[in-house]
């Protein structure tokens, strides 16, 4: 994934969870790429659209749940 899909990534994030804000969104931005720029957009897209019709925590996913939904 690339910058921009991360932003818009993080944003879908925000709209499904509102609690979700982080502090330092560039900060967040930052990390989020590095764990992610090797991975599809389609796929983590996928992977957290799944988190969100199927978690009920109300808890904004981590970096691992996009991964383990990825696999």
């Known amino acids: 994934m690339d910058r921009t899909q991360i932003k818009d ?3 879908v994030i ?3 969870y509102p ?3 982080p502090d ?3 900060k967040t931005l ?3 790429q ?3 720029e090797d991975h599809d957009y389609r796929d983590c897209l996928l992977s957290l659209k799944s988190y969100i019709a199927n978690n ?3 808890f904004a996913p981590s970096i691992s749940h996009i991964i383990d939904g990825i696999h």
């Open 24 to 26: 330092d969104l560039k």
């Open 9 to 11: 990534f993080i944003r």
């Open 34 to 36: 590095l764990m992610l």
């Open 14 to 16: 925000m709209a499904a």
């Open 30 to 32: 930052d990390v989020w």
């Open 19 to 21: 609690n979700y804000n």
């Open 56 to 58: 009920t925590s109300g």
